[in-house]
């Protein structure tokens, strides 16, 4: 099955060392469909620290270069959690193809978050699917996300 983006604008993709293969596999991905991308780093397996690469990503979701995005860490939680810092972000953490449908139906995530040490390549693809092939249901989904900002 094919990928189909949501949006124009090219894809954010973010991790750290930990989200690095599974990153560099998404990018052999998304090459192979013709998928626009922006990659904000990691570049190689060295360790580094999460949040530098999670506030590149939500600073591109911020001022609108990128309006979707993947980021990658170890178990996606640090990664999640700093990306959620930004307004614009609504970051969903995601290890099956029926959370990450669900993160775009009833939350609007607009970046995947993914465990890259916990899940395989195919659930990753699946989860990629699922996301990117999913619309925002809004009606009472839009009244609940509407109360997030603190
Ligand atoms: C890195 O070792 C690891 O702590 C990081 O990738 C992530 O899992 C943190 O939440």
Known sequence: MAIFPQGEKPIGLASDHAGFETKKYIIQLFEEQGIRYIDFGTYTSNSVDYPDFAHKL??????????????ICGTGNGINMALNKHQSVRAALCWSAEIAHLARAHNNANILT?????????????????????????????????????
């Open 58 to 71: 939500g600073r591109a979701i911020d001022n609108r270069d990128c309006d979707f995005g993947i980021a």
């Open 114 to 150: 993914l465990p890259g040490r916990i899940v395989s390549q195919q659930e990753v693809y699946d989860m990629i699917i699922a996301f990117f092939n999913t619309d925002f249901e809004g009606g009472r989904h839009q009244t609940r996300i509407d109360k997030i900002p603190c």
